[in-house]
């Protein structure tokens, strides 16, 4: 099965930049729309962004304007660059690929944590 690996995460403060990068084992990005996710504590998974194979994005209404997710299918590597980053930001963020069944291509990573802190 498909993993995605999550990196860039950390501590930043409030009105602070972070960009994340999601890898996934073996040349598949190229091929699905990709989302990034996030769950805060006592929370429920959320769709965060998405982009498809085409490049057209999505965004949740929280992050619009301030979130921008995009791919280097080259590099098999999709990104969230974060900015002006909020304490409501704080969560761990994933990626996958979401498909029309509801099911995901790959598995659930380790995610990256973001603590936004001042």
């Known amino acids: 099965q498909v993993q995605f690996v999550e990196f860039g995460g950390g501590l930043v403060q409030p009105g602070g930049s972070l960009r994340l990068s999601c890898a996934a084992s073996?040349?598949?990005?190229?091929?699905?729309?990709m989302g990034w996710y996030r769950q805060a504590p006592g929370n429920q998974r959320e769709l965060v962004a998405t982009?498809?194979?085409?490049?057209?994005?999505n965004y949740v209404d929280s992050v619009k304007g301030r979130f921008a997710i995009s791919r280097d299918n080259a590099k098999n590597t999709v990104y969230l660059r974060m900015n002006s980053l909020k304490p409501e930001d704080t969560a761990v963020y994933y990626c996958?690929?979401?498909?029309?069944?509801?099911?995901?291509?790959?598995?659930w990573g380790q995610g990256t944590q973001v603590t936004v802190s001042s």
């Open positions: 996958n690929a979401p498909l029309s069944s509801g099911d995901y291509v790959g598995s």
């Open positions: 982009i498809t194979i085409g490049g057209s994005t």
């Open positions: 073996g040349s598949v990005i190229r091929y699905y729309a």
